[in-house]
């Protein structure tokens, strides 16, 4: 069964200073990993995606995520927070190939950028 | 392009009745759409798949009774809560898949809260 870990509740970081938010999967098969963000009672934004190709994925925001298959590892990145970066990430699995497969979705890491 | 509606955004009810949330994609056609429920400072746990034309497949644990859900057309799915109770009372958020081979991804409703009294 697909799955992903989130490993810190909440990630703690100093405006303009980097921060990383880890995930972490187990898949049998090729994976399907992606990062959405949730700002307070709204719906789930699209960051970024791993599909196939480069490990080095670029998404929304100035966020990016890097895929290392040898620690089954997709942390999200950012070189310079800001304070309007605090919000609810989720990291995701998804359960085949093409968008009408199921999203499973880690517990969630609560992002808090300090000015 | 890929923008998903939710309605209402909230609602408000009394325990016993039951309760229809609307999920659109505003602007291209989804043969499938995914309905999310989740508690405060939790994640979302997928409830149900719906493809149009046919029966939702429920997440194990889910009253397929109790959570209706209709996708009637390649555009509109709806979930009903019957006999609502304090329980149920969540943010449930829907998704709806775009088959555009360019995002070959999910865009999501900005959920609606359902608070049952």
């Known amino acids: 069964a697909q799955s992903v870990a989130q490993p810190e509740d909440q990630v703690n970081v100093a405006e303009g200073n980097p921060l990383t938010v880890k995930c972490t999967y187990s898949?049998?098969?090729?994976?399907?990993l992606f990062w959405y963000v949730q700002y307070p009672n709204r719906g789930l934004q699209f960051l970024l995606k791993?599909?196939?190709?480069?490990?080095l994925v670029k998404g929304s925001y100035g966020f990016e995520a890097e895929f290392n298959k040898s620690q089954t590892s997709f942390h999200l990145k950012k070189p310079s927070a800001l304070v309007s970066d605090s919000a609810l990430y989720f990291c995701?699995?998804?359960?085949?190939?093409?968008?009408?497969?199921?999203?499973?979705f880690g517990s969630g890491t609560r992002l808090l950028v300090r000015p | 392009g890929a923008v998903v509606s939710q309605h209402p955004s909230w609602v408000i009810c009394k325990s016993g009745t039951s309760v229809k949330i609307e999920c659109r994609s505003l602007?291209?056609?989804?043969?499938?759409m995914f309905w999310y429920r989740q508690f405060p400072k939790q994640s979302l746990m997928l409830m149900a798949t719906?493809?149009?034309?046919?029966?939702?497949?429920?997440e194990q644990g889910v009253e397929k009774d109790k959570f209706l859900i209709n996708h009637a057309s390649l555009t509109l799915s709806t979930l009903t809560v019957t006999s609502a109770h304090p329980e149920d009372s969540s943010f449930y958020i829907c998704?709806?898949?775009?088959?555009?081979?360019?995002?070959?991804?999910?865009?999501f409703g900005p959920g609606t809260r359902l608070t049952v009294l």
């Open positions: 998704s709806a898949n775009s088959p555009t081979s360019s995002y070959n991804e999910q865009f």
């Open positions: 898949v049998s098969g090729n994976p399907y």
């Open positions: 791993y599909i196939t190709g480069d490990n």
């Open positions: 995701a699995v998804r359960d085949g190939p093409d968008s009408s497969y199921k999203l499973i």
């Open positions: 602007d291209f056609q989804a043969t499938t």
């Open positions: 719906s493809n149009e034309g046919s029966k939702a497949t429920y």
